[in-house]
């Protein structure tokens, strides 16, 4: 089945540790997205990538980085810089050749991290 | 930049009762997408309703209909016969070009 993957579900690290969110899809899509939610709050985007080896900011990139060496991943890394990382992270994926008619993103199930 | 506005917090209702979103948006520009997603306790985004800039039509798919005004900028959206599994967080947003902008979202309790 095709769909978005993300490991694990559940996260726990030390402060001051980097730690990376695995986003993998199948659905042959070439843009990918990762949002951070947090509690009674919307998603707010951090980093997207439209193709293979490029990427741009979003909003709130301050602590991450990413990285897109292939179509169907696009890992993000939760630096020490992040002040506050506690979060739950979704990664997204939608393909942007159909933008004129069907323009949703396609969501993973979630990483909920917490940083101790 | 973009905004989108769900005033409503919290919602509560009996089961069968309708439950109405609303949502409000902002954005200079005059192609863009809005959307409706659903986001049960599991966390994962589930892609409920789509409609673009140039379409005003209001329409009704099952138990889900929605009312877009261009006038007003709003985007509000129905659960008829609400049922238990309707629980939720209920999402608006707004796409151009390739970002979303989401709402704060609204928590939606049905009660049996």
Known sequence: DGGITQSPKYLFRKEGQNVTLSCEQNLNHDAMYW????????????YYSQ????????????????????????????????????????????????????????FGPGTRLTVL | AQKVTQAQTEISVVEKEDVTLDCVYETRDT??????????????????????????????????????????????????ASQVVDSAVYFCALSSDYKLSFGAGTTVTVRA
């Open chain 1, 51 to 106: 193709i293979v080896n490029d990427f741009q900011k979003g909003d709130i990139a301050e602590g991450y980085s990413v990285s897109r060496e292939k179509k169907e991943s696009f890992p993000l890394t939760v630096t020490s810089a992040q002040k506050n990382p506690t979060a739950f992270y979704l990664c997204a994926s939608k393909n942007p050749k159909t933008v004129l008619i069907n323009n949703e993103q396609f």
């Open chain 1, 35 to 46: 949002y951070r939610q947090d509690p009674g709050q919307g998603l707010r985007l951090i």
């Open chain 2, 31 to 80: 192609t863009y997408y809005l959307f409706w997603y659903k986001q049960p306790p599991s966390g994962e985004l589930v892609f409920l309703i789509r409609r673009n800039s140039f379409d005003e039509q209001n329409e009704i798919s099952g138990r889900y209909s929605w009312n877009f005004q261009k006038s007003t900028s709003s985007f509000n959206f129905t659960i008829t």
